[in-house]
């Protein structure tokens, strides 16, 4: 006999992240999915850096989209690629920054899937030495309009 299948609703969900002060001139991107640069972007004068993208959500929460990259069975995240990395063959740097996504409270997200706003974490671009801020980071999130 033939499971019937369950239809999991799921939510999209538009997030954003912001890198504030990131280093001039240093190219950062999105990962994609099979791990290449996407959309890369410089800062030519010190202004911040914004890639939005659409996160997927089903009950749970859980995440899911090109951009989510998984580690274990709870941990989502997303990939900033800096320097060669991010597309820059030139570059010294070669480093990625994750931000992680899994632990957005369901109050966020409800806000974000019923206003039709986006999700917009906020993080550091430069380090305390001066380089491309690299390795986990944390930031401030909320909702934003379109």
């Avoid at 039709?116 to 401030?140: H, N, S």
């Amino acid at each position: 006999m033939a499971r019937a299948q369950q239809t999991i609703a799921q939510t999209v969900v538009d997030f954003r992240i912001v890198i504030e002060q990131p280093v001039i001139g240093v190219a950062h991107s999105l990962q994609s999915k099979d791990g290449e640069p996407l959309d890369p972007k410089q800062s030519r004068g010190g202004e911040p850096l914004v890639f939005d993208f659409p996160v997927r959500i089903a009950p749970g929460p859980k995440f899911s989209g090109d951009q989510v990259r998984r580690e274990g069975p709870e941990r989502r995240f997303v990939y900033i690629r800096i320097g060669q990395l991010a597309g820059d063959a030139s570059s010294p740097w070669s480093r990625r920054m994750k931000i992680d996504i899994h632990d957005i409270g369901n109050d966020l997200l409800n806000r974000a899937a019923k206003s039709g706003g986006v999700i917009e974490t906020r993080v550091a671009g430069t380090g305390a030495d001066g380089t491309p801020t690299c390795a986990t980071v944390r930031g401030g999130r909320r909702v934003v309009a379109r």
